[in-house]
């Protein structure tokens, strides 16, 4: 799970790394009151999960209250390639003396985590990799180890950053390194990390991402996510049950058994000529409820027109899916058509119930998947 | 003979007495399997059908030989229980919990290969030789012994895609589903070198999905001529790379970046000469053309 | 440094480790008041730092008021192996099913934690090793990955203890090592670890030793020196001057530079018939001031009749030893003799110095010591 | 030639900013030591006695050749002055710092262990071959070139002696103080193995203490025949067995139950046939008769 920035220097701040004074607004209102509060000139930033804001021309300045109400009602009322502005952090200008990057990610396939610094921040670290790659340093991080401040010292002078200040770096590498080992992050990369004319290195942005799976010892995720609303809250609520989802922009909508069919189902949608709604995948061994759930959640979906539900049965048995359709279809106002594909585990009992009900189940997927992209686009 | 396991491999269950264990462990048995043992800490002197139940694998050593292990504990125990795999240097170790951190396997996989053990997993369905044995929880009767090997990152499909290779006579030597999770114990390129040396295995069908480099560095093997045999992959997730940063079920299919993306691993393999496949079916004859 | 019982228990009880109610009496009167709102019976243990209080017939119980009286009296007025009692512990008395042993220790030698449990609790662990080792359970940590529950398990398991029974112990494992491991200890030790006829496992002894060294990242260490007292503080503000003072028993006070020198000093007293009165090393490159500290520590001991201080100067300088003790000497009241060996780094000024003051120094380490044993028993 | 080290030797000084370290940096410059590189993090640019200061080994090593290292860092700051040195494989790593936590230590040396690279300390004088290189804090004077080697657990106590020998034309071929904490790099034993190799050694002293079971080790390799120059022991503290569990100046001085008293000590080595001296001038007339 990605967070928001202002999310991400809420953890910074909480591993000591220096972060403007700022405040979250969700109204014009509210954003006017931070600035008074932090003062004057401020920057205004629309909190969204996706990246390039600055391109978007979706960073705003402000020096006074007639330019933070323009600009905060501008931004709130914005739409940034898809995603909707619903909140922007208010936080005080710093006075930037120069902007560089650092960043500890994980690398899966050489399963290390790794850190990157550069003296050029406020850019994409790509562009950066690509036109001046001395400007780079990356280390792997021993795991018994971890980050040390001589690993820290040893880049910041393999970049030319040497003496005094050198040692005004360090305890953002150890803290950042803080951050991301024992966070269970993934990704926490700061840029620009700015070193402001009075001397100070201070974190000006935040992108991290956090391992969902480490709810269980990670407490605040939780909080995270039910501090967070909207669309979200439906892929959320989903997950309670047991159900992966994502939501997606089309009219037909995907459900299956296992992250890989599912998939695949999601591309044969498209292969097909159809716009797939969202990935749903009911998991391992889901019972009727979970199906029940599964088709209660993708009806919410605005757009939906079609539902295609793909189970091979593994350790998901094909009768317990079947009952749990016929829930669906009893208890659920279901407006649109459904089509079924089973096979695997208890195929033959499962189509049984569905044909009682007088509903025909596909075998093959790509029979299933054609029938239903035909029915999104008006067939019969 | 056989790649990591053999029809002679005997095999603790770690969570037997869990619901997911128990279950499992009765359709292995009926798969052949030689379970020995079983170990849940806190649960030893029972019998799961029939399998006697010890509280630490150590315990149950004393007992029996014991080769390799499957877990089926809870993610949040799921480190202990691996950990205690590896320090009785059991080989394979399959994983199939799901939800493990990453961070958490991150410390299993490094401590595994310094002792030299393999891993399989986690969140993976395991390894098949059809016929022989069964190390993990796919429907048995999907599967054919043959010659044709399958690499596998998904669950389901990997059933789907070997149920066409069945029902079309292209039997399996074997099939190791390596499971979804971006870090992992055995990944692509290494099963491929595995296959390489395995007399039973003459193609292989490497199921990969978006997220990760394996495939790519898969092909670059294959590219290298470290890998002769034929290969056909098939990607799942082409069309999924509409939201970056969301998890698509298996953290696996996370976009990090530019890496991972389907175009690339596509590119990768046709540069390579290995054949992608539209759809799943194209599997099959691209298989046959081999 | 060795903590006492309660200090011991206090750690445990910081990281989930089970002890009886409990409350530390420094008079009869705190002890009734304890007895009185933990409840009878209740054990009163002398808290001294050496062990055998058993054998010394220095464990009572009480059932009442009046018991508790008499033995608390006792208690206090007692001198163990030299050591005076200050305070005692008033516990309350478990239902004893069976006794355990669990101990974490450092092996110094393979450079590696060790950790070791017994089904033979309450008798010393030498004395189960030599008369019923397979009741022993011994067990290197490795260093990476810490103490996990397999190998608790395999321990118990291993002496016997299997099942539901065997899981009631894995709590004590993790946390003893756990408190062991973070709080810079090298010996954590529970004789006996109680299994309560109410089914519980609770520590019932505790013998600590935790590292000096560590006191700057364990803030706790600095706590509990200071809360300690008597014989102990001088040792204490001696240390704070950067000298290590050990108190001992004789009339030969004993200042060298150099924990093996000074030892060589002391056994040498030893050899030649002295008794020293302690050991005082003033550490490595000390100035006027650190001798200065040194004689007035040694001064301040009760038997005192002769003071010998060897000093081979390396990075020490004799100069800077010089003009520590002719301080002394015009500072302090200084009724006893002071023999002086100097030689090494700066030893011609070093010998000026004194010399000027009419303080013959002498070459040879032997003849000083001779010179000092004499001394103490009345010679001239 | 030489033990671990030789004249041409090339060393960095880490800490070299501080007054201990620049202190022992002129007078080891003196000794003709060639300390080539100084690192205080945050210093670079600096000099010092006119050896150039870099704020990290890495940065110091682009500009020298280095092999060793000696450190003067405060214990807090410590691990990291070490964990740096071992990184770059600076062999020996000679740490004087006292009141490192015995945990670091242990983190220190298993990692040193771990990369082949030999720790000379914490808490120790140094090592010093007479005539030639010193890389330590003995005061060089006492010291005379010569075939009689000295391993010591103490400090001021190998000065003592040392001169003793030098006094008696008895000179060193390498004096080694491997430092009085109870878990350190080299130890006794393993210091008797590498005289044992060196064709400059002729007869060894060893200078223990109360604590710990080196002395007892050493005494099992003389007695196996893996030692077969002749030794003789000084031990230190044979009367401090008075109260137990109370730290005499070195922490090595504690003793933990039975282990380490110097009867024990005593004991192995007279077993070994190695003579204990009871008086520090002994040592000269049991070298000489040996």
Redesign the interface.
């Known amino acids: 799970m990605f967070l928001y920035e202002h999310e991400g220097k809420e953890i910074f701040q909480k591993y000591g790394i220096p972060i403007p004074p700022n405040g979250v607004a969700y109204s014009v209102e509210e954003a006017l009151n931070i600035a008074k509060k932090i003062g004057y000139p401020v920057v205004i930033k629309p909190q969204i999960l996706g990246g390039r804001r600055g391109k978007a021309g979706a960073i705003r300045f402000a020096e006074n209250d007639d330019e933070l109400i323009n600009n905060a009602q501008e931004l709130l009322s914005m739409d940034i390639r898809g995603e909707k502005v619903k909140r922007v952090l208010v936080e005080k200008k710093v006075n930037i003396a120069h902007e560089y990057y650092i960043s500890f990610l994980m690398d899966f396939y050489e399963r290390k985590p790794i850190v990157m610094f550069s003296t050029e921040g406020g850019i994409e670290i790509e562009e950066v990799a690509r036109t001046k790659p001395e400007a780079i340093s990356k280390r792997y991080i021993p795991l018994e180890y971890g980050m040390t401040s001589f690993i820290a010292m040893e880049m910041l002078n393999d970049v030319g950053i040497k003496g005094q200040e050198a040692r005004k770096f360090i305890p953002i590498f150890i803290n950042l390194w803080k951050a991301f080992s024992e966070g269970d992050l993934l990704l926490a990369e700061i840029n620009p990390l700015v070193k402001t004319v009075e001397g100070e290195v201070i974190a000006v942005d935040a992108r991290v991402m956090v391992d969902d799976n480490a709810e269980f010892r990670q407490k605040w995720i939780r909080e995270f996510k039910e501090r967070r609303g909207g669309k979200e809250s439906l892929e959320y609520k989903a997950k309670e049950k047991g159900i992966s989802l994502v939501v997606l922009e089309g009219d037909i909508g995907v459900i299956g058994n296992g992250a890989g069919l599912t998939m695949a189902t999601v591309d044969l949608v498209k292969e097909f000529g159809g716009e797939p709604a969202d990935f749903l995948d009911i998991g391992g061994g889901a019972g009727p409820e979970r199906v029940f759930e599964a088709i209660k959640s993708i009806i919410q979906l605005p757009n939906i027109k079609v539902i295609i539900m793909n189970i091979f049965g593994g350790i998901t048995r094909c009768d317990l899916v079947a009952k749990g359709i016929l829930e669906a279809l009893s208890k659920l106002d279901l407006k649109i058509p459904l089509v079924v594909r089973l096979t695997g585990t208890n195929e033959k009992e499962g189509r049984a119930i569905l044909e009682k009900a007088g509903i025909k189940a596909y075998t093959d997927m790509i029979e299933a998947v054609k029938k239903a992209v035909e029915l999104s686009k008006g067939g019969e | 003979m056989g790649v990591l396991i053999n029809k002679d491999t005997k095999v603790v269950v770690q969570g037997i007495t869990g619901k ?1 264990g128990s279950f ?1 462990t009765k359709l292995m048995l009926e798969y052949g399997t030689k379970i020995v043992a079983g170990v849940t ?5 029972m019998e799961v059908h029939g399998v006697p139940v ?6 149950a050593m004393k007992e029996h030989d014991i080769d390799a292990s499957i877990i089926f504990v809870p ?2 125990f799921a480190y ?2 691996a ?2 795999a590896i ?1 009785n240097e059991l080989n394979p170790i399959v994983i199939i919990t ?6 958490t396997t ?2 299993l ?3 595994a290969r310094k002792r030299g053990v393999n891993i399989i997993g986690p969140n993976c ?1 395991g390894i098949i030789i059809p016929g022989e044995i069964k190390i993990g ?3 048995g009767h ?1 599967f054919k012994p043959g010659n044709v090997a399958v690499i ?9 895609i070997s ?1 066409l290779l069945s029902d079309n006579d292209l039997g399996q030597s074997v099939v190791i589903g390596i499971g ?1 999770d ?2 992992k114990g055995l ?1 692509i390129p290494e099963a491929l070198k595995l296959l390489e040396q395995d007399p039973l295995t003459k193609k292989i069908v490497i ?1 990969g ?2 997220g ?3 495939e790519e ?1 898969a092909a670059e093997l294959i590219k290298n001529g470290e890998i002769t045999k034929p290969v056909v992959a ?1 990607i ?5 790379t ?13 976009i ?3 890496m991972g993306r389907p175009e690339s691993k596509i590119r990768a393999f046709n540069e390579a000469g290995v054949p992608v496949a ?4 194209e599997v099959i004859d691209y298989l046959k053309q081999s």
Chains 1, 3 share one sequence.
């Open positions: 997911e499992h800490p806190g649960k030893g002197g010890y509280d630490s694998i150590k315990d993610a949040k202990d229980a950990m205690e320090y799901e939800g493990i951190p990453i961070w991150l410390k996989v490094t401590e369905p929880i796919m429907p999907t596998s990152r998904s669950g389901t499909l990997t059933y789907e149920k979804g971006p870090v990944t199921i999905e978006i990760g480099v394996e560095k098939y799942a997730g082409k069309h999924a509409l939201r970056t940063g969301v998890s698509f079920g298996h953290a696996g299919a996370i990090l970046g530019e539209r759809l799943p079916i």
